[in-house]
């Protein structure tokens, strides 16, 4: 197959979060201290097996260029700058006129957090008769909603996931795109309706997985409490749920086809319990497989790899030892 490049719409003015967006763009807002919603997409696309990204920026694109430069942890990176704001269809065919060759492609928005599995998309991507592939996401109701019967309420529902699905801000385009006659405007709106007219237009759908597009204050403050005890991993996510003086409770989140290192603990004594997915748990001398409400008890000193075959959220219940770790083999560069 050929080689997939990356490609992050950076350009916006985030206006709905001014004053914060006045000095610095969007990408570059921290999540937690330290981490950007854009090092957080960096991160995903080096996890996936990307080699090279092209920034498309804009607005304030000088500080982006200031704080990566031409690599993010091996990362190579390029900038594509749009000197007067013509919409998001402009900035992506600015980018494709820059990538070298036909090349494929996988094109995010700059202002969504998303825990989807890009080298499966990837992958089915390729194998898909269309030219281009949407992620999508279901729904959620930015509001409560209230279930009737009758003349009568009878339950509330806290901002329940809708029977709708959405275009979630992540594409993968399997070569140059045609952009016809259209020079402007939002790729939503102009491009991917015709396409979808013409049959044109696939879709990868992960349901049950984090997302969340980040347009204004309120989301940014729900993003913020998502990574407050959260620290993301090459293969997924690690969540603090309860740390005590007796013991410690975290939240695993394996993509399907990753896993974590090959390690050990030297004091701690944990047990794994299945919350959704399967896989195994590859020791020295052996595998244990699993699915979801299984449990597997790992003792101190036991070599150990967590492998998941489908996306698997596991909760690791274990003696207070929060850092006690020993890797013996990565299968990631970090």
């Not at 990204?53 to 700058?81: N, P």
């Not at 259209?182 to 309706?193: A, N, Q, V």
Request: glycine share 8%.
């Amino acid at each position: 197959m050929a080689e997939t490049v990356g490609m992050i719409l950076c350009g916006g003015f985030g206006k709905r979060l001014r004053p914060l967006t006045e000095k610095i763009p969007k990408p570059l807002i921290e999540i937690k201290e330290g981490y950007t919603i854009l090092d957080k997409q960096l991160f995903d696309l080096k996890n996936a097996g990307i080699r090279k990204t092209y920034l498309l920026t804009g607005f304030l694109g000088d500080k982006i260029e200031e704080r990566y430069g031409d690599e993010y942890k091996g990362l190579r990176l390029e900038y594509v700058r749009e000197e007067k704001p013509l919409g998001t269809l402009n900035a992506i065919r600015l980018g494709m006129e820059a990538i070298d060759g036909d090349k494929q492609c996988i094109i995010r928005n700059g202002d969504v957090v998303a825990d989807l599995n890009i080298k499966k998309m990837i992958h089915l991507g390729e194998m898909s008769d269309y030219p281009l592939t949407i992620f999508i996401t279901k729904m959620q109701s930015p509001y409560g909603i209230v279930e009737l019967s009758g003349d009568k309420i009878i339950s509330f529902r806290e901002k329940p996931l809708l029977d709708y699905y959405i275009n979630a801000g992540v594409y993968f385009s399997r070569g140059q795109l045609d952009f016809g006659d259209f020079e402007s405007g939002d790729i939503e709106k102009t491009l991917f309706p015709l396409m979808a007219s013409e049959n044109k237009l696939g879709y990868y759908r992960e349901d049950g997985l984090f997302w969340m597009a980040i347009d204004t204050s309120k989301e940014l403050e729900e993003i913020r409490k998502e990574y407050r005890n959260r620290e993301d991993k090459p293969w997924g996510y690690e969540k603090v749920l309860i740390d005590t003086e007796k013991y410690l409770t975290k939240e695993l989140f394996i993509r399907e086809g990753y896993r974590t290192s090959f390690h050990y603990h030297e004091k701690k004594d944990e047990t794994m319990y299945i919350i959704s997915g399967s896989g195994y748990i590859e020791f020295e001398d052996r595998k244990e497989y699993f699915s979801k409400n299984d449990t597997i008890r790992i003792e101190p000193g036991e070599r150990h790899s967590i492998v998941a075959m489908e996306n698997t959220i596991l909760h690791e219940v274990s003696t207070p030892h929060l850092n006690d770790t020993v890797r013996v083999k990565d299968y990631y560069t970090r």
